[in-house]
């Protein structure tokens, strides 16, 4: 679903993403793991067409980043921490409005809407006026309004920030859910419990490398570590990236 090989991105002199490779299968969720200002948003917004990129190459669903930006965008979907609502439209105005940008006919925003209703529990939020939500509402509107289309690969950034423990339950079921023959999900976080919960696979990111790529149960093995902390801390001290990182 997925192929990034060698991605690279500049911000002036600094580099953010650095030579990043990885890929993600249908069927499964896949973590980026790391600190903030490790890369891991850069390297979404690459891969969802909203940045140009300074070298490697990336396919989204068989679409190549570059060149096939369109049919990448029809592809995704995004999710993250901090994206708003219009305050004077309820959730149900907000889907269709979204769905006619979609290319989607009346009918099939509301067949979809109650699919998803099932899936996210959205009563209380698509006849109510956005401006008047909770966090965990406007959340759940958001993933309605990023996966409305049923896009075969979808994008979490964060995605749990600042929302309620049943909010949050909310959303990483439904991401748990979400995978299939055909779909796949990134989720990209600095929450270990998350990656440890949710995702098949991981990469570990710092300062914009890849230092190491396996199942959570792989990478635990590989740094000899009992927990998915303990393994980031030692995995990134080997990468020799970051002398005096404590354990």
Request: charged residues 25%; proline residues 2%; hydrophobic residues 45%.
């Amino acid at each position: 679903m997925i192929e990034v090989r060698g991605l690279t991105k500049r911000f002036d002199d600094v580099t953010a993403v650095d030579d990043v490779s990885f890929d993600v299968a249908a069927g499964e969720v896949f973590g980026l793991l790391g600190p903030n200002g490790a890369g891991k948003t850069t390297t979404l917004r690459v891969l969802a067409t909203l940045l140009s990129f300074d070298g490697g190459r990336a396919t989204v669903a068989g679409h190549d980043v570059a060149r096939e930006g369109e049919a990448v965008r029809r592809a995704i979907g995004v999710v993250n921490g901090g994206m708003g609502l219009y305050d004077r439209l309820t959730g149900r105005e907000v889907l269709h409005y979204f769905g006619a940008l979609y290319g989607m006919t009346r009918a099939a925003v509301d067949r979809r809407i109650d699919a998803l209703d099932a899936l996210l529990d959205l009563a209380g939020t698509l006849d109510k006026r956005a401006g008047a939500f909770s966090t965990g509402m406007k959340q759940k509107i958001v993933v309605a309004r990023a996966v409305l289309h049923d896009p075969p690969v979808l994008f979490f950034d964060e995605a749990t920030s600042g929302l309620d423990v049943m909010a949050r339950r909310a959303v990483l079921d439904f991401c748990r859910r979400y995978p299939g023959e055909t779909r796949a999900v990134v989720w990209s976080t600095h929450v270990m419990s998350e990656v440890e919960e949710l995702c098949d696979r991981v990469a570990v990111l710092y300062r914009g490398r890849v230092v190491a790529a396996d199942t959570v149960a792989g990478l635990k093995a590989a740094a000899a570590a009992p927990d998915l902390e303990q393994a980031f801390f030692t995995l990134v001290r080997q990468s020799g990236l970051a002398e005096g990182v404590a354990a």
